[in-house]
Nanobody, 117 residues
């Protein structure tokens, strides 16, 4: 059974930092591209950051220079370090795994990030 379990969300003031973690089980982690998506109320889910199995990085423009995605294949975990957080970063953040050949996807349950004073 595939599980992606996110953690690390919460309430933070503007300018603050959070680190999200996503622990994967039931998959061969190293053959999956990993990504973080987010969805704010009334909006579509959007890609935030992606790290391929070969560690190629990709970020949406609004988070470049502030967010950093990384992965630890030994721990089956992907991280999202978020700095200089803004109110517009408020959303539910989802972990995504996509097999590099079959393109089969798996999703986590999401973790809420709220940026507010």
């Amino acid at each position: 059974q595939v599980q992606l379990v996110e953690s690390g969300g919460g309430l933070v003031q503007p300018g603050g930092s959070l680190t999200l973690s996503c622990a994967a089980s039931g998959i061969i982690f190293s053959v999956y591209h990993m990504a973080w998506y987010r969805q704010a109320p009334g909006t579509q889910r959007e890609l935030v950051a992606r790290i391929t199995r070969g560690a190629t990085l990709d970020y949406t423009d609004s988070v470049k220079g502030r967010f950093t995605i990384s992965r630890d294949n030994a721990k089956n975990t992907v991280y999202l370090q978020m700095n200089s957080l803004k109110p517009e970063d408020t959303a539910v953040y989802y972990c995504n795994a996509k097999h590099f050949v079959s393109r089969r996807e798996h999703w986590g349950q999401g973790t809420q990030v709220t940026v507010s004073s």
